[in-house]
């Protein structure tokens, strides 16, 4: 099984995900833009047994401004780690933190909110796929 490494801005928090993502993509909600502080975020979702912190795990923050997501943090350098979704039984790993991945992404969720419109030929979900709860519904590009 890969094996990728992961840490913080400041490397005080490192952990690695082991496998292959659930699923690979962009989000464009307004929780991710303003937490990313971009217009659009890469995710990547893994199961969250994939995920394991291997330093540091007493420097990591937690905010969850809704219960579908506990976005976690560096204490030290507030460097972005990733965000476990509860509900979805996912962890989201921010597709930045991940160098050695090959970002495959293959939809585009929330794309009702976007800021960013973009023309890649994937499919953009109103909100979430039917099988993560949401409507299915998708928007013309």
Not at 37 to 56: E, I, M, R
């Amino acid at each position: 099984m890969t094996t990728h490494k992961a840490s913080c801005f400041c490397g005080a928090v490192e952990f690695t995900v082991t496998g292959a993502p659930v699923a690979m993509g962009y989000c464009h909600c307004e929780s991710c833009r303003h937490w990313s502080a971009g217009p659009v975020n890469a995710f990547s979702l893994w199961q969250p047994d994939a995920v394991k912190v291997t330093k540091g795990a007493d420097n990591i923050g937690t905010y969850n401004k809704t219960p579908v997501s506990f976005r976690k943090w560096c204490k030290t350098c507030g460097g972005h780690l990733y965000a476990d979704h509860p509900p979805l039984n996912l962890t989201d790993v921010f597709a930045a933190m991940l160098p050695s991945l090959k970002f495959e992404p293959a939809v585009h969720v929330n794309y009702q909110e976007t800021v960013l419109r973009i023309k890649d030929g994937l499919p953009k979900m109103k909100d979430f796929p039917a099988e993560m709860g949401g409507s299915g519904e998708a928007l013309p590009e």
